[in-house]
């Protein structure tokens, strides 16, 4: 049959755009989806500041007597790496978010929508920065109540804030991964957790790389938390504690890891969702 | 430039699709052709596991077909899959919506993903939650909602750009009566303003209400196609039932009718009931039986074939296949007992004693 069709139904026309445009309203029509779930649930929201919170005051009251940093003021030489281990731990909720997303059938309506196919992973990951952001802000304030005080300036304190607000983002393309394998989003936390556990703690997070033995030093000062610390540091508080080789160095780390695992979280994406 | 400039009149078209899913090496698509007239509903029909799920992904662009291809308004769906996105709308069994926001949040994210303006999205929201009956709902997050509710923000979500084709993947599975006969006004609805609709279902009610054809499908083939009253009318059987006045003439009655039918007739209370090649005929030769015994009748209905009679006939087995039905010897046994199955026989057995 060779009939023409009238048009049945109106379809809508899409908005005034290109390929890109369309992509960046993906991303961030994707990422404010993802921050209302959060405030949505203020519980958890509360609980996962709450952490960091607990690590900071248990370093500075209950360990930090016992530990001897390089310029003495453990406080300060903490809170860079409290910084750290806070935004990796926001960065893996990328895992049990892409994971929740993919198991609830919400994945197979987007897949079936005109969207940019990676706006999915990167709204997910944008969302977390957002919140990143956010809890950085808080633990400063926290930080400051315990005695942390800047010791270089505060633009350089925010290129430190920067730095490891970059280093988490890289990092949330590999939970994305993690999260998109996991059978669910209570394994892809647990997942998760092994993998970071040994690169925060085998750092100069909370204690000197030296005070290690030393076959852990060759792994702990060349890992990238370590680096991240490092330059975080020497960023924040300078003084006995400035290394700018690290912040080169972390700053390499940090997009080397972007440059590795975002195309390796879109290509397991497409796989499996 | 698209939908519109169609020259077919078909707005699904699915020639040869085969689809193997390497885990378990099923093949679920073993070669399934089918063709939606546009403005039409069409039923995919088949029994759990069949194909008909996998079949609408691929048409719905989520999935790749193994070989075989498919357009919907003549664009293909792997080639151009962007635009058969969209041309489309997807609503199915597990309503694919968000959890964590309200309905009008959700309306507003699928239309702005469809890349309509906020503005349009916003009217869309309103326009939809109306329509769906949700608009005291609308600003309530989704964790409230029945389940009723919940699929209808998904059809609402589905049509939030108005597509001309839609695909609805057993939409109304697991809905009480009333949400179910809500649905099937909406849909008929959206087919009376023109939509097509591919239609999955394991309702044969469902399909005989909706669909103008219907296409059933059973371990990932096809294995019948045409128009519910085809499908019946191909089965060449009508229904005489007969209720008698009292219970003791039930199993006199049966045992007189028995000569009449090439199946044992069907006894349940008051009612006989036999499959006929000649329905009016063996209807006459029913009458005249009784009144030569003399046995009252309190009613007398000829009636077609169900879907279910089809279905059963077609497949060997019902569309719901529940735990605890299956026998082991042979087919299920059908609801109305026309069958060969073991319980069927018993029944009759003892009626006929």
């Known amino acids: ?273 | 430039m698209m939908a519109y400039s169609s020259q077919s009149a078909l707005a699904v078209e699915a020639h040869d699709l085969v689809k193997v899913f390497p885990r378990g090496n099923v093949r679920a698509l073993d070669g399934v052709s089918l063709e939606v007239e546009a403005g039409t509903v069409l039923g995919l029909l088949g029994p759990n596991g069949a194909g008909k799920t996998t079949a609408v992904r691929i048409l719905s662009t989520i999935l790749g077909p193994d070989s075989g291809h498919a357009s919907v308004l003549g664009h293909d769906v792997v080639t151009e899959a962007n635009t058969v996105r969209r041309i489309i709308g997807l609503a199915g069994q597990y309503a694919a919506v968000d959890e964590n926001l309200t309905g009008r949040e959700n309306i507003h994210m699928v239309a702005r993903l469809s890349h309509l303006s906020r503005p349009v999205a916003a009217r869309r929201a309103n326009e939809l939650l109306e329509e769906f009956g949700l608009t005291n709902a609308g600003d309530r997050v989704l964790k409230t909602y029945s389940g009723g509710m919940r699929r209808r923000l998904d059809l609402a979500a589905a049509l939030v750009a108005n597509p001309p084709v839609l695909f609805l993947d057993e939409p109304t599975t697991g809905l009480d009566p009333q949400s179910r006969q809500g649905l099937w006004t909406s849909i008929e609805d959206l087919v009376r303003e023109g939509t097509t609709v591919l239609l999955t279902t394991q309702y044969l009610e469902e399909a005989d209400r909706l669909a103008r054809d219907i296409v059933v499908i059973d371990h990932g083939r096809v294995i019948a196609q045409g128009t519910p009253a085809q499908l019946k009318a191909d089965l060449g059987t009508s229904v005489v039932s007969v209720t008698l006045g009292a219970f003791d003439t039930v199993a006199r009655a049966a045992e007189l009718l028995a000569p009449l039918s090439e199946k044992a007739p069907l006894v349940e209370n008051l009612i006989v009931e036999l499959t006929v090649n000649d329905g009016p005929k063996a209807g006459a030769d029913v009458l005249r039986t009784l009144d030569a015994a003399e046995i009252p009748i309190a009613g007398l209905a000829l009636r077609e074939p169900s879907l279910d009679d089809v279905f059963l006939t077609l497949t060997g087995h019902k569309t719901t296949i529940e735990e605890g039905e299956h026998d082991e010897e042979g087919p299920v046994k059908p609801k109305r007992g026309f069958g060969r199955g073991r319980k069927s026989e018993s029944t009759d057995g003892k009626d006929a004693a």
């Open chain 1, 1 to 273: 049959m060779t009939t023409t069709l009238s048009p049945p139904v109106r379809l809508l026309e899409p908005e005034q755009g290109n390929k890109l445009s369309w992509a960046v309203a993906d991303i961030v029509t994707m990422a404010k989806r993802n921050i209302l779930a959060v405030m949505r649930t203020p519980e958890a929201l509360f609980f996962t500041t709450l952490q960091p919170i607990m690590f900071t005051l248990l370093f500075t009251y209950v360990f930090g007597g016992a530990i001897h940093v390089p310029g003495g003021h453990y406080v300060d030489f903490l809170m860079p790496g409290i910084f750290v281990q806070t935004v990796i731990f926001g960065a893996m909720a990328s895992s049990s978010g892409l994971a929740e997303d993919l198991h609830k059938g919400i994945i197979e309506r987007f897949r079936a929508l005109p969207m940019s196919r990676s706006a999915v992973l990167a709204g997910r990951t944008v969302s977390d920065l957002v919140r990143n952001v956010f809890v950085v802000a808080l633990i400063t304030a926290v930080g400051y109540a315990v005695g942390f005080r800047i010791g270089t300036n505060f633009a350089l304190f925010l290129c430190g804030v920067l730095l490891i607000l970059f280093f988490a983002y890289s990092l949330s393309w590999g939970f994305a991964y993690i999260g998109l394998s996991a059978p669910n989003a209570e394994t892809a936390q647990v997942m998760v957790f092994p993998l970071i556990f040994p690169l925060l703690f085998a750092s100069s997070a909370f204690v000197p790389v030296r005070s290690m033995p030393g076959w852990l030093q060759a792994f702990a000062y060349h890992q990238p938390v370590t680096q991240v610390v490092n330059a975080a540091r020497s960023l924040m508080v300078g003084g006995v504690l400035q290394d700018s080789g690290a912040v080169w160095a972390s700053l390499l780390w940090c997009g080397g890891l972007l440059v590795v695992l975002a195309p390796i979280a879109v290509r397991k994406y497409r796989k499996v969702a």
